[in-house]
């Protein structure tokens, strides 16, 4: 029933901004937490950012704080990832993620590409 779907990857040169979508739907999306999660070539998974829909409280992680900004649009259940000054180790497939906690599921997006060059 839920479902992701991100969007807005691209190849961007550094110091240059990128904003990334994700459609969320099958769940109350006002009283989620969503974050994003990026692979980076030949590297784990690594998380990004969270928000909490209610609260509007955001948590970034130390190398993108400053320079991303995530937010939603509640109208259209998306969650967005606006990037900025970015760099190239910024470059990995960025994931959208969320855990449905009363029966314990991870649900996450197809991913969509960032590349930083120039």
């Known amino acids: 029933e839920v479902q992701l779907e991100e969007s807005g990857g691209a190849l961007v040169q550094p110091g240059g901004s990128l904003r990334l979508s994700c459609a969320a739907s099958g769940f109350t999306f006002g009283a989620a937490a969503m974050s994003w999660v990026r692979q980076a070539p030949g590297k784990g998974l690594e998380w990004v950012s969270t928000?909490?829909?209610?609260?509007?409280?955001?948590y970034y992680a130390d190398y993108v704080k400053g320079r991303f900004t995530i937010s939603t649009d509640d109208a259209k259940n998306t969650v967005l990832l606006q990037m900025d000054s970015m760099k190239p180790e910024n470059t990995a497939v960025y994931y959208c993620y969320f855990h449905k906690v009363l029966i314990n599921r991870h649900y996450w997006g197809q991913g969509t590409q960032v590349t930083v060059s120039s």
């Open positions: 928000i909490y829909i209610y609260s509007r409280k955001t």
